[in-house]
């Protein structure tokens, strides 16, 4: 039904669908909404560390130089 970060499916509890069938129908839209939320929330997370990844070679000439060094002992 659902995924989580690392693609492997979820799948919920009996107990879960429980309380989601057991919402108010005006709940619902307020739950997928938080739904949403939640997924976005992962891919944000997800591109940010996609991007830390994808930097750190260009960055390591700045981060990794003799000039600095002195303050690697800090």
């Keep these: 039904m659902g ?5 492997n499916p979820v799948v919920p509890s009996p107990e879960l669908l429980r ?3 057991d919402l108010p129908a005006e709940r619902m839209a307020e739950l997928e909404d938080f739904v ?3 997924r976005l929330r992962a891919a944000d997370r ?3 560390t996609a991007a830390a990844r994808m930097s750190e ?3 390591r ?5 003799p000039e600095d060094a002195d303050y690697d002992q800090l």
């Design 57 to 59: 070679d260009a960055l």
């Design 36 to 38: 949403d939320f939640l």
């Design 46 to 48: 997800d591109l940010t």
């Design 3 to 7: 995924t989580n970060s690392n693609c």
């Design 19 to 21: 309380k989601i069938r």
């Design 61 to 65: 000439n700045v981060w990794d130089n």
